[in-house]
Structure formats: structure tokens, C-alpha cells
């Protein structure tokens, strides 16, 4: 029997003709979120807080059309995020200079954001010292806000720089450590080809027992 490990799973040839039935069934499941919620919800592929796990069944689906094991529909758009390129505002304009120490800004606040892929300060905001204080903060209330809203605690963070780019210097300040560097694939790479940036990669433990914790110990979790 034929099985395929992918995201953290096993599927088994039986759960694959599954995935393929749903594929193919074109008039209930017309596109690909469609395709990846409904597996999610026949193979109870849930998250801990009990929503389907979305994301990591698009990326599977998506590795085994790659490899042959399943066919799926093409994107509807070009893109695949139906979403148009934002138009571009004063919002943007470079605004006054913001100079000083991060203690003497009451107006900073942190705010939690979904699917943050970059972090970002703005040439004019001149605080010194104020990405490692930000980062500090930070992994202060991450494992709390993750649990409130994922029903999960994490117990890492992880970052990844781009060498050719960047230095890593606010994670270095903020304790983060490196311990190693990419090899240059991407996540969906099935092939080595190696053409995508090296970077460097910073964790940063929010549990003393993170390891036992990830390894799948008493107090861990699993796929």
C-alpha cells in the first residue's frame, strides 16, 4: 500500500483516493480552498482551537499534484489569492521623524496581526534600540496571545534573514540565536535546486522544555 508523508502526516492510499474523489468532484468542490477545506473536514485535519487546518492541507495538496499522486484543478487566477494589487496612498508618504528612546514613546503599542510576514520600521522612525525592545516584548506575550487565539501555546518563535541582505542585528541584541542557515530550497523544493536566497535562522524559546515539548513528550502535541 502507498502512502505519502507530507505537513507533519502520513496519508495512506486509502485517505489519497479520498483526496482524489474530492478533487475531482468538480460541481461541490469548484476550486482549490474548496478542495483543501473539504479534505481538512473528511480527514479531521483540525487545529487544536478545532478550525480545519487550511493552510497546511493547500501546501500538501499541493506537493502531491507536484509529485503525481493526486491532480487537482487549475488556480482560477493567475496569482491564486484573488486579490488585486493594493492602490497606493498617502498613508505611505514618508511621515515627521520620530526620534528618542523606547521608553519615552507612550504611544507604542503592540497589536496582534495574522500572517505577519515582514517586520518592518519605517526610515523615519529613528529610536534607537527599538527592534530589540519590540522583539523583546514580544516573545513576552506570544505564548499567551497564541493560545488565546490558536488554543495552542507555542513554546518557539523562529525567524528566518536573508544573509545577502540583512545582518540579524535586532535578534542578535534580542537574544535570539543563530544556529545554522537554509540551504537555499524553498518549502515546496521536491528536487534540490537550490535557487532560492540562503538565510539565516534565529529561534527564540518561550518554554525551558521546548525541546521535549516539539519532540511529541508528555506535555507536547502532535500533528
Sequence with gaps: MREVRCCGRTFTESELELIRRIAADRERHPHRLAISRA??????????????????ARVALLRMHRD???VRPPPRRENNNGRRRPSRTAASDPGPAVEGAPR??????????????RFLILPWVRVRNLASWVLGRLA???????ER???CRPVLLETFVERDRFRGTCYRAANWSRVGQTQGRGK???RKRYDQPAKEIFPYP????????????????RE
Design 39 to 56: 479534505v481538512c473536514e473528511q480527514l479531521g485535519w483540525l487545529r487544536p482551537d478545532g478550525r480545519v487546518k487550511d493552510m497546511s
Design 68 to 70: 503525481g499522486p493526486i
Design 104 to 117: 519615552d514613546l507612550s504611544c507604542l503599542r503592540l497589536r496582534p496581526a495574522v500572517n505577519n510576514a
Design 140 to 146: 513576552k506575550r506570544m505564548a499567551d496571545d497564541g
Design 149 to 151: 487565539r490558536y488554543a
Design 188 to 190: 515546496l523544493d521536491r
Design 206 to 221: 518561550l518554554a525551558n522544555n521546548f525541546r521535549e515539548v516539539l519532540a511529541g513528550g508528555p506535555e507536547g502535541f
